[in-house]
């Protein structure tokens, strides 16, 4: 089982009802209607290959009618009734023997037709993985955001205890009350907060993924850096909307051919043979026919629309060529920021973690402060609404940190070989 490249535990053990992204992910490419609907597409894009490569095989009909006549006749001496039945017995059979290699062209667009859907069904593996993990750190962000914001919560329930012990005692003033039981609203909003965001994310994920997003842990391990030079190599070799657009590119030249071809003459060969029993009722006369033919159609003035319609091709070409080369152009910018925030966000991780243990030393020793009566509990509060706002971003961080890697990959176009255990059958 392929494991993604880093990881990262969270704070908490392992719970063996623990759901992680692996989970996630085999469970929204299983549940997801989209995929069904993708393969659907796949095997109807298919008929297209059986299609073509049947129109260069012969066409076989058999006929079979039978007539029945009857006619009056009248002389000086007399009159009659001639009956005649007729049974006839026909096969067919038609050929193509030359087309301008028109069947062949079609043969290969259809390929590349069906190639374009296998590039949209892993398109739509993608966009369903991304929003999935998304959908997952958004939850594991909102978890870690409100047990920060209960920890918050707790600590200040409890200055606010002992500023009222102390405000009874006289130690405190009633500005300090004042400041703790604002602190305490703070705190009791963010909470309420925090916990909304968690049960929304939770009904999300759900939706999305079909699972309950419940003790989720975080194991995703980045342990080899990402090099820009590589990141483009690799996106402008696999990224799907650049593979599609080469397939367009090349659908135009096969159209292009066969606008040029229909200037060109066609072979077909055509056969029957014909069996009949005609006569009176009671007896028949037998007859037998063959027939061979060859026809040769040569177009010799099409009133012009050959010509247009070459023109148009010609132009409907040009504009694949150019959208493919401004669309390099424009994924090798976005590979480039997305690296830029890939970095970006690998700094502020470590920057936060770095600001955490600088904040947490501040906060035990103006709690030692507190106690001993040189720091007011303002000083304390602030101190631990500090401590609180930077571990959320730290959150906020990792989970960017991790979206801007897969985007990396969904941009190289290789986010589904990681998870590829969990791809239905689609050949």
């Known amino acids: 089982m392929k494991y993604i490249s880093i990881i990262i535990i969270l704070f908490f053990s392992l719970s063996a009802y623990s759901l992680d992204i692996n989970e996630a992910i085999k469970s929204t490419i299983e549940n ?19 299609n073509a490569q049947g129109k260069k095989l012969p066409s076989l009909t058999g006929t ?8 009056d006749s009248s002389t000086t001496t007399g009159s009659s009734t001639a009956e005649t039945l007729t049974d006839k017995y026909k096969i067919s059979l038609t050929q193509n023997i030359f087309d301008g290699g028109n069947n062949n062209l079609e043969i290969t667009r259809s390929k590349i037709l069906y190639d374009n859907e296998i590039i949209y069904f892993k398109k739509t593996i ?13 939850v594991i962000s909102y978890e870690k955001s409100l047990d920060a914001n209960k920890k918050n919560f707790d600590s200040v329930s409890r200055f606010l205890e002992e500023t009222n012990t102390r405000f009874d005692l006289g130690s405190a003033t009633l500005y300090d009350l004042q400041n703790a039981e604002s602190a305490y609203a703070l705190a009791e909003t963010s909470l309420f907060t ?13 939706r999305i993924v079909g699972l309950e997003a419940f003790n989720l842990e975080e194991i995703v391990d980045f342990s080899k850096d990402l090099k820009l030079n590589m990141i483009i190599d690799k996106t402008l070799m696999n990224n799907y909307d650049l593979l599609l657009l080469n397939n367009e590119i090349l659908n135009n030249k096969i159209l292009l051919q066969k606008e040029k071809n229909s200037n060109k003459l066609s072979l077909d060969l055509s056969a029957s043979a014909e069996y009949s029993d005609a006569g009176r009722i009671d ?8 027939t061979i033919g060859l026809t040769l159609t040569i177009p010799i003035f099409q009133q012009n629309i050959d ?25 090798q910018i976005q590979a480039s920021n997305l690296f830029k925030d890939y970095l970006v966000s690998k700094s502020n991780i470590a920057s ?22 040189t720091k007011t509990i303002t000083e304390l509060i602030e101190a631990e609404t500090e401590l609180l706002t930077v571990n959320v971003n730290y959150y906020s961080s990792r989970k960017d940190f991790i979206l801007n890697y897969f985007n990396i990959l969904a941009l190289e176009g290789s986010i589904i070989e990681l998870f590829d255990q969990y791809l239905p059958n689609y050949n």
């Open 32 to 50: 997801n209607p989209k995929v069904k609907i993708a393969i659907e597409k796949l095997n109807e894009s298919k008929e297209l290959i059986e």
């Open 64 to 71: 079979i009618s039978g007539t029945y006549a009857n006619s």
């Open 126 to 138: 993608q966009d369903l993985i991304l929003t999935a993990i998304n959908g997952y750190l958004t």
């Open 194 to 206: 925090a916990q909304q965001n968690y049960d929304v994310s939770k009904i999300i994920f759900k």
């Open 283 to 290: 007896n028949g006369t037998e007859k037998t026919n063959g």
């Open 307 to 331: 010509k247009s319609d070459i023109r148009k091709q010609q132009s409907q070409l040009l504009q694949a060529e150019i959208s493919y080369q401004d669309t390099i152009e424009e994924i």
């Open 352 to 373: 936060n973690v770095k600001r955490i243990k600088s904040i947490q030393t501040s906060l035990d020793s103006i709690k030692e402060e507190y106690n001993i009566g």
